[in-house]
């Protein structure tokens, strides 16, 4: 049975390091909890790492430069690896073809162009017309506040009749701004999979991020055998990653299911939270919280 935690502290010390995600665990795109930064903190000064683990699909110094925006501060973790990470050294490498089409914002422009070193010498990845492209890239709908996968299906039909893959530089389905829900780049690819179309993954719960993550740990001073535990909110994503990976994971229930739970968003009631991870198929994860603390 699930148990539900108060604080991380109760098993904190149990563990050598955490892949803790951001948006809905530590933020919610706008301002951080202060108890989720202050639980981060506390298990740092114990002598444990803490990776942010996130589906951003921006590389990590633009993610760590949001942070700083936020106001979280530097002394609540040790490194952040994102989805884009991990997706940009698949495209630099030609997974989507050189010529490609892309379905994302400006803010996103970064996955191209801040270039990897060990991909300085690699032919330049073109933004091209869908008429002209080889492949997508999506880091995200056009507009985020407004549009829906469905918004996309004229084109994602036309790429599937040409064959082209579609880098996903997000998998997450949707995720809360505030007390605004906005698509991701997860559920376009997801809508293109269902279409016929071939969509590659490299975010949680994928395993190239984990795999990139455990590299970043120990070069931030963690244990090579490191025992690890996961915090997210997404049972799509961040705990199907976790159980997949072998990692024992808290499943934030005050994040993207918190309505699922009962009205008091900080204690979950055990008996939903008992029925609805059973209709998850996830009935036998280690832990649950009702926010980071």
């Not at 010390?13 to 995600?21: I, K, N, V």
């Not at 270039?115 to 032919?123: G, N, R």
């Amino acid at each position: 049975m699930t148990r539900i935690l108060t604080h991380l502290a109760e098993i904190g010390q149990d563990y050598d390091a955490l892949f803790c995600d951001l948006w809905g665990c530590v933020h919610n795109g706008i301002a951080p909890w202060p108890e989720a930064v202050a639980a981060l903190q506390a298990y740092r000064q114990g002598g444990g790492r803490v990776i942010l683990l996130t589906n951003a699909p921006r590389p990590r110094q633009f993610v760590i430069a949001q942070l700083d925006r936020l106001g979280v501060p530097r002394d609540a973790w040790d490194d952040v690896v994102t989805s884009g990470d991990a997706a940009q050294d698949a495209m630099f490498a030609g997974a989507a073809g050189r010529r490609v089409w892309f379905i994302g914002t400006e803010k996103d422009l970064g996955f191209f162009d801040d270039v990897p070193p060990e991909h300085a010498d690699a032919a330049p990845i073109e933004r091209v017309a869908l008429s002209d492209a080889q492949g997508i890239v999506c880091t995200g709908p056009f507009d985020e506040f407004n549009e829906t996968p469905e918004d996309y299906r004229a084109q994602l039909i036309f790429a599937k009749t040409k064959g082209m893959k579609l880098l996903c530089a997000n998998p997450d389905i949707v995720v809360d701004m505030g007390d605004k829900r906005i698509y991701c780049a997860g559920a376009i690819a997801e809508l293109y999979d269902r279409m016929g179309g071939e969509s590659l993954y490299f975010g949680k719960p994928h395993h190239p991020i984990y795999d990139l993550a455990r590299r970043r740990m120990v070069a931030a001073g963690g244990p090579e055998q490191a025992r690890i535990l996961c915090i997210g909110d997404g049972i799509r994503t961040d705990v199907r990653g976790a159980v997949d990976e072998g990692l024992d994971v808290v499943f934030v229930t005050g994040g993207l299911a918190a309505e699922s739970f009962g009205s008091d968003v900080e204690n979950p009631d055990p008996d939903l939270l008992r029925d609805w991870l059973k209709a998850e198929d996830y009935e036998g994860i280690a832990f649950a919280i009702g926010r980071l603390r």
